[in-house]
């Protein structure tokens, strides 16, 4: 923000880019498509199995993190086993990295490096894929993102990581 407190030029073009990257995840989660292969392979072993089962080998050769199961299981078991539900997590990990990589790209960056960093992430035809499939790639761009934040952090304070944030960043 400007000193008179409104937005100027380049925070209109990183919210409309923002704007941008929301809309096409929400469409591409919400556009009607239906599982593709790999996803209902995925999907038969989420929800077909309980807590204890998602710990065993998945069904048709799939593997994924035992957590990022727990949190598609959790999904489906308040929600429903549904299409939505089962790629909700997703669309939520990509918005959420979405945002995190952009107040991080505006803080290490010029105003218009920030803007061309903020369009690759936003526009990005694979990110966008990640926020709608139900595997677990969205929920590892979101990782990587607070990983990244996490680095920075370190190398902003040029102290040691505290208790707190290596416990934080242990159980995220």
């Known amino acids: 923000m400007s000193a008179t407190n409104h937005p100027n030029l380049h925070d209109w073009i990183i919210r409309l880019l923002l704007a941008a990257g929301i809309g096409l995840r929400l469409w591409a989660v919400l556009g009607?498509?239906?599982?593709?292969?790999?996803?209902?392979?995925?999907a038969e072993s989420i929800v077909g199995r309980d807590w204890a089962e998602l710990a065993q080998p998945l069904a048709n050769m799939q593997v994924a993190p035992l957590g990022w199961l727990y949190i598609e299981h959790a999904f489906v078991v308040i929600l429903g086993d549904t299409d939505l539900a089962l790629r909700l997590p997703q669309l939520l990990a990509g918005l959420a990295a979405l945002?995190?990589?952009?107040?991080?790209?505006?803080r290490l960056f010029t105003p218009l490096v920030a803007i061309v960093a903020i369009a690759l992430f936003a526009l990005s035809p694979q990110l966008i894929q990640y926020s709608a499939e139900?595997?677990?790639?969205?929920?590892?761009?979101?990782?990587?993102?607070?990983?990244?934040?996490?680095?920075?952090?370190y190398f902003w304070r040029n102290t040691p990581l505290s208790w707190a944030d290596i416990a934080a960043l242990a159980l995220f």
């Open 32 to 42: 009607g498509r239906s599982l593709w292969l790999d996803e209902a392979m995925v």
């Open 99 to 106: 945002g995190l990589f952009a107040w991080l790209a505006r």
């Open 134 to 153: 139900v595997k677990p790639y969205g929920v590892a761009v979101l990782v990587a993102v607070v990983a990244l934040l996490f680095c920075v952090r």
